[in-house]
């Protein structure tokens, strides 16, 4: 079992940037794939950016590619999404998720994730 907790959301400017966080906890977090997602209202959740158990794999959604950056700090068992270059349209919340994975392997799909956390809300005004 692991338990996610998102943090970092809020209100922001279009052009602004913020920086999400998700703390594990339970199982070793080094062993876990991680994900983060978002789900605006009236639409499917989204694969954002995903990354491999020592950060050497990532992969980004077309839309946020150049202006997201995904990254994981394993001693503190903490999972970051940098999000510079904010449009309305990255309004949603926002989710980390993580699941089993080899070395270098990333999950895109998110029936592919075990655990979720509550969800951060992100709104970008224009």
Same mark, same amino acid.
């Given at each position: 079992?692991?338990?996610?907790?998102?943090? &970092? #959301?809020? *209100?922001?400017?279009? &052009? &602004?940037? !913020?920086? !999400?966080?998700?703390?594990?906890?339970?199982?070793?977090?080094?062993? $876990?794939?991680?994900?983060?997602?978002?789900?605006?209202?009236?639409?499917?959740?989204?694969?954002?950016?995903?990354?491999?158990?020592?950060?050497?794999?990532?992969?980004?959604?077309?839309?946020? @590619?150049?202006?997201?950056?995904?990254?994981?700090?394993?001693? @503190?068992?903490? *999972?970051?999404?940098?999000?510079?270059? *904010?449009?309305? +349209?990255?309004?949603?919340?926002? $989710?980390?998720?993580?699941?089993?994975? #080899?070395?270098? !392997?990333?999950?895109?799909?998110?029936? +592919? $994730?075990? $655990?979720? &956390?509550?969800?951060?809300?992100?709104?970008?005004?224009?």
């Amino acid at each position: 079992q692991v338990h996610l907790v998102e943090s &970092g #959301g809020g *209100l922001v400017q279009a &052009g &602004g940037s !913020l920086r !999400l966080s998700c703390a594990a906890s339970g199982r070793i977090f080094s062993t $876990y794939a991680m994900g983060w997602f978002r789900q605006a209202p009236g639409q499917e959740r989204d694969i954002v950016a995903a990354i491999s158990r020592t950060g050497i794999t990532t992969n980004y959604a077309d839309s946020v @590619k150049g202006r997201f950056t995904i990254s994981r700090d394993n001693a @503190k068992d903490t *999972l970051y999404l940098q999000m510079n270059s *904010l449009k309305p +349209e990255d309004t949603a919340v926002y $989710y980390c998720a993580a699941v089993r994975r #080899g070395q270098g !392997l990333v999950a895109l799909n998110a029936n +592919e $994730y075990a $655990y979720w &956390g509550q969800g951060t809300q992100v709104t970008v005004s224009s």
